[in-house]
Structure formats: structure tokens, C-alpha cells
């Protein structure tokens, strides 16, 4: 009973923290700034927490040893990685339904954010596989989803820089995060679906109660300081993208 | 140098002296070391990078708005 209770708080938090990127396209940058600050000193304050709990509270694992701690950093990226690509699609669809400038920068912000804890994943996998599976790297479903899904959303981000119009640029790029999403669920249920190499989600019921609880503590580190991220690409975002829309602005009025 | 670039500098040494000073006695010691120290870099290159390029934006929009009738 208190996992589920805990497990909905944490869900709650997860929902609470995209419902609140998603509003930033229509807050001022002074509100936004003033949350920032409050989600980066969260994430230090938890991170530094957290990584006691995980390297130092938490017991040696039977099996695996004390190579599992790297799962301390593992898991939490893929929720800032879910987080973030789940942010890009929600706000790509409010774009394409309002024409709304501000979600266009909210989508972008959370598929660069998004793409960086995707990176820090792959890498902290590697490195817990190797010990574990004797390889770096093998192309069991779930890595080859997940590097899928890195390759679409660096794409997705290069594709931007490519389209000067930043309508175009906006209409062109919210239909590849909402494609792009489409393998995000895969990537969750690979380990299902095709019983390989990696291992299916743990249950905190399987787990001890220390692991569980730095656990718990890094998933929502990772959340604040993925909150802190976003709303300060966000404000560089919208700083730029004001820049733009004056400077073809400009151009229209000099013709 | 920002405020936020000076506290994630700081926040990245602080992982990285912990991860040195905890993990060396243990098994796999390589690979925790590693990939703690690989995701503090990562995270803390970005941070301090996106810290100055909103630093530096803001202060070019502010002196447009000081210039601007």
C-alpha cells in the first residue's frame, strides 16, 4: 500500500512538472526564472542527497555486486529522457492546434533536454553492461529502440537549424516529435515484448527498501534538475526566437 | 561567469570528489567511477554552457532595449 501511495505521488510530481513546461509558452520569463532557480536548488540539494543514499546507504547488490549503483544515475536519465521527448509531443500538438510561437520553443527546449539525458543513459548502460553482460554494446530490442529514438530526436534538432522560416521551421518540426514519440511506448515495453538480453522493469517489492528509496531520491532529482534545464533553454529559446520574428519584422517593413 | 555556471561547476566537483572518495574499494570500482564522472561532465558541460548563452542573450537584449527610443 505505501508503494502504490508513494508510486502515485511520484507519477503526480511527473505530471505536475510537464503540465508546468507546457504553460511556460504563455508565463512571463520573470515567473519562469523564479521557478528555475527553485527546481535547480531542489536538484543539487537532492543529487548531493541521493548520491549518498545510492553509494553509500544502499546495500551491495547479491548478484550483480556494486556495479548496479550505476543504476542510481541509469534510470533516472531515462526519466528525464521520457520526460522530455513526452513534453516535445504534447507541445508540438498544442503548436499545430494554436500556431502558438511559445510551444514551438517549449517543444524545442525538451527535445535538446531530452536528448541529453537520452545520451547520459546510453553511456551509463554501457558501462553497467559491460561488467554485467561481458559488452559495452549488443543490439538487444530495447538499446536498439533506444538508439532509434536518440538518432529521430537529434535529427528532429538538426532539422531545425536547417529551415530558416520559423513558421515553417515550427510546422515542419512538430510533426517529426509526434512521429518521433510514436516509439517512445516501444522503447518502454520492448523488454516485454521480445524477451532478450535486457532485463524487464523491477518492482520496488522485489527490491530492497534502501535501493528503492535512492532510487526514488535520484528519479526526483533528475526531475527537478530536468525542470531547471528546460526553463532556461526555454528562456534562451524565446529570447532568440523574439530576435527572429523582429528581425523578419524588420525585413518585411524595409520592402 | 553566471551565477547558475559557478554553482554547477561547484555542484560537479562536489559528485565527482564524493564518487572518488566512496567508490574506489569497491567491486566494478572502474565503471561506477566512469560513468558517474562521464554523467557529471555531460550534465555539468551543458549547464554551465546553456548558463552563459542565457547570460550572454539576455545581455544583448538588454542593450537593444537601452538603445531603443
Known amino acids: 500500500m505505501g508503494n502504490i501511495i508513494i508510486l502515485v505521488a511520484v507519477a503526480v510530481l511527473a505530471v505536475l512538472v510537464i503540465a508546468y513546461t507546457l504553460a511556460l509558452a504563455n508565463k512571463p520569463v520573470e515567473a519562469a526564472r523564479r521557478a528555475g532557480m527553485i527546481a535547480g536548488i531542489a536538484a543539487v540539494v537532492l543529487i548531493l542527497f541521493g548520491l549518498y543514499l545510492g553509494l553509500v546507504w544502499a546495500p551491495t547488490e547479491r548478484m ?27 507541445a508540438s500538438i498544442a503548436y499545430l492546434k494554436t500556431r502558438n510561437q511559445g510551444y514551438d520553443y517549449v517543444a524545442a527546449s525538451a527535445a535538446e533536454i531530452g536528448l541529453l539525458f537520452n545520451a547520459t543513459g546510453l553511456v551509463t548502460g554501457a558501462l553497467w553492461g559491460r561488467p554485467i553482460w561481458g ?15 536518440a538518432i529521430t530526436f537529434a535529427s528532429y534538432l538538426v532539422l ?16 517529426v516529435a509526434i512521429l518521433g514519440f510514436v516509439n517512445v511506448p516501444i522503447v518502454y515495453f520492448s523488454v516485454r515484448w521480445w524477451r532478450t538480453l535486457h532485463q524487464v522493469q523491477s518492482s520496488p517489492e522485489t527490491v530492497d527498501s534502501p535501493m528503492v528509496w535512492a532510487l526514488r531520491t ?25 530576435e527572429e520574428l523582429e528581425a523578419v519584422r524588420l525585413e518585411v517593413t524595409s520592402e | 561567469m553566471s551565477k547558475g555556471a559557478i554553482i554547477t561547476a561547484l555542484l560537479g566537483l562536489a559528485i565527482i570528489v564524493l564518487v572518488f572518495a566512496v567508490v574506489p574499494g569497491m567491486r566494478d570500482a572502474g565503471y561506477i567511477i566512469r560513468a558517474y564522472v562521464i554523467t557529471a561532465v555531460i550534465l555539468g558541460v551543458y549547464t554551465w554552457l546553456l548558463a552563459n548563452r542565457v547570460a550572454q542573450a539576455e545581455k544583448g537584449r538588454d542593450g537593444k532595449q537601452d538603445v531603443t527610443p
Request: hydrophobic share 55%; glycine share 4%.
Open chain 1, 218 to 242: 535520484m528519479m526526483v532529482a533528475f526531475l527537478c534538475l530536468f525542470l531547471y534545464l528546460l526553463i532556461n533553454r526555454y528562456i534562451l529559446a524565446r529570447i532568440r526566437g523574439e
Open chain 1, 160 to 175: 531545425r537549424a536547417f529551415i530558416e522560416d520559423p513558421d515553417a521551421r515550427a510546422r515542419v518540426s512538430s510533426l
Open chain 1, 64 to 90: 550483480m555486486g556494486d556495479s548496479y549503483r550505476i543504476m542510481y544515475i541509469h534510470f533516472p536519465s531515462w526519466v528525464g529522457t521520457a520526460a522530455g521527448y513526452m513534453v516535445a509531443f504534447i
Open chain 1, 135 to 149: 559488452v559495452y554494446w549488443t543490439w538487444d530490442p530495447r538499446l536498439t529502440t533506444t538508439a532509434i529514438m
